[in-house]
């Protein structure tokens, strides 16, 4: 029967290798069997959280929000940079768009540290003003049209 093992490894050792279901094929249908199997694993590593942080829930919408935020920022990241890279071969000015992906890389930087240093309000802050210093240019100029 196949089974649906959660591994965990760090460096070259493995921390934890267990198994968390056992599916039977012949109970599911062929098109719900990934989703079961995927649904389980989920739910064991929610529970698995849950065990390692006792004091904090699992907050899947406020997780969701995250991730969308993090898609959405990279996509603008990946923007500027083939603008900065169109501006070098049109020969436009180059300042700004220097400038703009010098910014976003700074702000993906406080982003990490506004998650990894648990909120501290002078990298909140600081992510905070570079979001709106990142929009400011784009602002600036559709105001002088």
Known sequence: MPLVRITVVEGDQVKKDQVIATIDPRELAADSAYYSSAEQGA????HEAQQDFPSRPVEAPK????M????LASTLGLLILALALLSFRD??????????????VFQGLLGMWTVTWLLKPLVVTGHLLGGMTTLAPDVATHAQK
């Not at 739910?43 to 929610?46: G, I, M």
């Not at 997780?63 to 995250?66: D, F, G, H, L």
């Open 68 to 71: 969308i935020h993090r898609y």
């Open 91 to 104: 020969g436009m000015p180059r300042a700004l768009p220097r400038a703009l992906v010098l910014l976003v």
């Open 63 to 66: 997780a969701w929000k995250e």
């Open 43 to 46: 739910t064991a590593q929610v």
